[in-house]
């Protein structure tokens, strides 16, 4: 059972089209910097082990793993086809908009880790999608999702483009507490910028994360 946290008015946009006409396009660029991808991939080796079955939700064409360990398996989901199959670490993927159904064609209990970056901030629906991921989630196995203070502003729900980092933070949480995921780590960091802004005390990206643990 779907535990309902947002309003229809947090959910809505200020650009309603289909999102599958947004994203129709690949854009093979970077949307984090340099920075916050360094600080993501750290957390990937610091907390998904070697053996695991990974599970990239709304990826691109870069999952952000460590390049030298290897994963039992990494399964890609996405909206753009052509981003999914230039990704190298994707051993299988699927393209499914998750405003439009959010069941996932995956079995109960079959991933150990649920990769999402900067892409909570688009679901419509994120309780449908939290409860999905716990069903499909193995016992002790994890949910990280994480995110800066970058968005496109025309397709994130009310609930984000209103929403400053601390509500965000504690947004996401509410959605997974609400579905039966015991209360996440909350991240939340400065990240130093790299070359020259970073020599002269410049910040890169902002680093938040949201990392739940199913029970075992």
């Known amino acids: 059972m779907v535990v309902q946290v947002l309003s229809d008015a947090q959910r809505r946009r200020w650009d309603s089209s289909d999102d599958a006409l947004f994203y129709a396009q690949p854009r093979f660029v ?39 360990v290897t994963y039992a398996g990494v399964i890609g989901h996405g909206l753009n086809e052509e981003e999914l199959a230039a990704n190298p670490r994707l051993q299988r993927h699927w393209v499914q908009n998750l405003n439009r159904e959010q069941r996932l064609p995956l079995d109960d209990a079959s991933i150990d880790a649920t990769l999402i970056v900067a892409g909570w901030q688009y679901l419509q629906y994120p309780e449908a999608v939290a409860a999905e991921l716990l069903r499909i989630t193995r016992p002790k196995g994890q949910l990280i999702v994480a995110f800066s203070n970058r968005m496109f502003f025309t397709k994130a729900p009310q609930v984000w483009a209103d929403g400053s980092d601390r509500d965000h933070l504690e947004i996401v949480a509410r959605v997974l507490v609400a579905q039966g995921w015991p209360p996440p780590q909350i991240v939340a960091e400065a990240t130093r910028a790299s070359g020259w802004k970073g020599l002269l005390g410049g910040n890169g990206d902002p680093f938040f994360a949201v990392i739940a643990r199913r029970p075992g």
């Open 30 to 68: 970077q949307h984090l910097d340099d920075a916050f991808r360094q600080r993501l991939t750290q957390l990937y080796r610091e907390r998904i082990p070697p053996e695991a079955e990974v599970l990239d939700l709304m990826s691109s064409w870069v999952s952000h793993l460590p390049e030298d």
